[in-house]
């Protein structure tokens, strides 16, 4: 397998100037090319990783939750508060423009990362939750009606369903689920046929569960919603930064990803929406910044994307994104994901091989990520002792509780990587979890 971080021999991939890094933006659906990248060197650029934890070297397997940051974001982000910190679209001085630059070239970059038509459809979000809030409110409250449904799978994070819920208590819409099928957490092709049709007015998707590491076959989905006029959106939130995406390629109308979970700051968060659909759609919220000009009882607004950034964005969190979706092109998409997928895969088969234990997800063609449950010991416990030997996982329902029910658990242990964990990390994980069974069976 091409993960052993012991087999390359190529040299590390440098971290890019803006300029290089642009220019190494791989098309989004190519396969990978060139020599692999040096894993183990490119954790050289994430500070964070060289800490012991309980007096053992760190393990970060909850990826999921957060990624870690590179030394170029982190870099970058200094570099903005020492030279260059004002605010954005209001100053004429030399600061403000720099700041309103640097700024609208993140949006750029963004646009180009996802391969949107232009920066117009990008609005910049606090992340995946405040992105799906925006179109549940902006889209569903002038959209919605009494008797129309929302549909959405049985995957779906709490972020992609409580706002909708939300919405159908004031509009009177309704929600429908796609049911999935045992612990694969597969989505049922049948049924999603059977339920895309009217009544539905949207369809919103997770793209890669957090949950089970599924991939959904999306682009397929948005194709046939689009066919019988149903409007999509994608949570991308555990795809953006995992593999290549082009929302142009997948069809869908509406797309949010995190900033942090892309190796970017927390805190800024990406919306992308068709700019047809994106024009229509009232503000979200009011306040400076979003106005063209205001008369005390009536304001004109500014065009998408500016009309739904109201108030002093966060400036230092888009700048910081640019940098990391610069350096995650160097790397190429198509190369993180294969690492990612490999990885996952040995650890599942490894797991599995344990006996004893509950797996959850496919078992082929999965995400970077693995859940499960070992035979009459909690998660929580599972990840309390492997914290103490340096190793971070997640315990818990992932903000998935329906899904968990449906499943018949109340939480699962979840190991989730990136392209800096290693297959010797992977072996380590596994002598710990082994480590917990001997303990629990004593
Ligand atoms: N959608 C999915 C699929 C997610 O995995 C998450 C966060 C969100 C939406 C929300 O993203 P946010 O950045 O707005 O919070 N998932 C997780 C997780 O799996 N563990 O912690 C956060």
Known sequence: MSVSPSLPTEPAVARPSAAEASSAVAPAASKPAGPAPDWRRLREDFPILHQTVHGKPLIYFDNAATSQKPR???????????????????????????????????????????????????????????????????WGLQHL??????????????????PWQLVAERTGAKLAFVPVTGDEGIVDARRLEELLAPPVKLFAMVHVSNSLGVVNPVADWCARARARGIV?????????????????????????????????????????????????????????????????????????????????????GPIGLHAALDYLD????????????????????????????????????????????????HAHDVVTLADREGIALRGGHHCTQPLMRKLGVESTARASFYFYNTVEEVDRFIEVIQAIQRFFAR
């Open 72 to 138: 170029v974001v982190i870099e970058t982000l200094r570099r903005y508060y020492e030279r260059d910190n004002a605010n954005v679209h209001r100053g004429i001085h030399e600061l403000s423009n720099r700041a309103t630059q640097a700024y609208e070239a993140a949006r750029a970059r963004v646009a180009r990362f996802l391969n949107a038509r232009c920066p117009e459809e990008i609005v910049f979000t606090r992340g995946t939750t405040e992105g799906i809030n925006l179109v549940a409110h902006s």
């Open 145 to 162: 009606k009494p008797g129309d449904v929302i549909l959405l799978t049985e995957l779906e994070h709490h972020s992609n369903l409580v």
């Open 232 to 316: 999509t959106l994608v949570d991308g939130a555990q795809s953006a930064g995992h593999m290549p995406v082009d929302v142009q390629a997948l069809g869908c109308d509406f797309f949010v990803f995190s900033g942090h979970k892309t190796c970017g700051p927390t805190g800024i968060g990406v919306l992308y929406g068709r700019q047809e659909l994106l024009e229509t759609l009232p503000p979200y919220q009011g306040g400076g910044e979003m106005i063209l000009s205001v008369e005390y009882h009536r304001t004109l607004f500014k065009p998408a994307p500016h009309r739904f950034e109201a108030g002093t964005p966060d400036i230092s």
């Open 330 to 377: 160097m790397i190429g998409r198509e190369r993180i994901w294969q690492h990612d997928q490999e990885l996952a895969q040995y650890a599942y088969d490894r797991l599995a091989a344990l006996g004893g234990i509950r797996l959850f997800g496919p078992k082929r063609n999965r995400a970077g990520l693995v859940s499960f449950l070992l035979q009459d010991v």
